[in-house]
């Protein structure tokens, strides 16, 4: 187990995202929708349209070469899956350009917004990953072991 300043960094990461699994459930999903829908055309869009993109022109999870792909708006996604709330950040050129909530928290609960924890449940693993690389880069800590 990799520790850093007496914290593990699987511990270090969880301690900074907790709610629902639900709400892990919805991170998963955004960050694959982000993953494949492209946000970026020829002519750069503003912000305003590229939330407007996220909140009405969802990829399908699957693209088939020579198909055109169905869109569909982010309440619909969240509908089918069962996800009452989300909420999403996009990073453009190495900043966070935008961050809204959407939907609630749970039925009848809380609207979310940009504030909002959620779990981190599976994805905890890739984001203690980077963090960990991070600090190798920075010479914070060395894997090296016995050496």
Do not use: C, Y
Not at 4 to 33: E, H, K
Not at 59 to 85: A, C, N
């Amino acid at each position: 187990m990799l520790v850093v300043n007496g914290i593990s960094a699987s511990r270090w990461v969880s301690s900074r995202v907790t709610l629902t699994r639900t709400a892990a459930n919805v991170l998963q999903a955004m960050l694959f929708m982000f993953l494949v829908e492209p946000l970026a055309s020829a002519a750069e869009p503003g912000v305003e349209q590229r939330v407007w993109q996220v909140e009405n022109e969802l990829l399908p999870p699957v693209l088939v070469k020579g198909e055109t792909p169905s869109k569909s708006t982010l309440s619909e996604r969240m509908q089918v899956l069962h996800v009452p709330g989300v909420s999403a950040a996009v990073i453009h050129r190495g900043k966070i350009e935008w961050a809204r909530g959407f939907g609630v928290t749970k039925e009848a609960g809380a609207a979310v917004n940009p504030h909002t924890l959620f779990q981190a449940a599976s994805i905890s693993k890739a984001v203690a990953t980077v963090v960990v690389m991070k600090l190798i880069q920075a010479g914070k800590i060395d894997l090296a072991i016995g050496e």
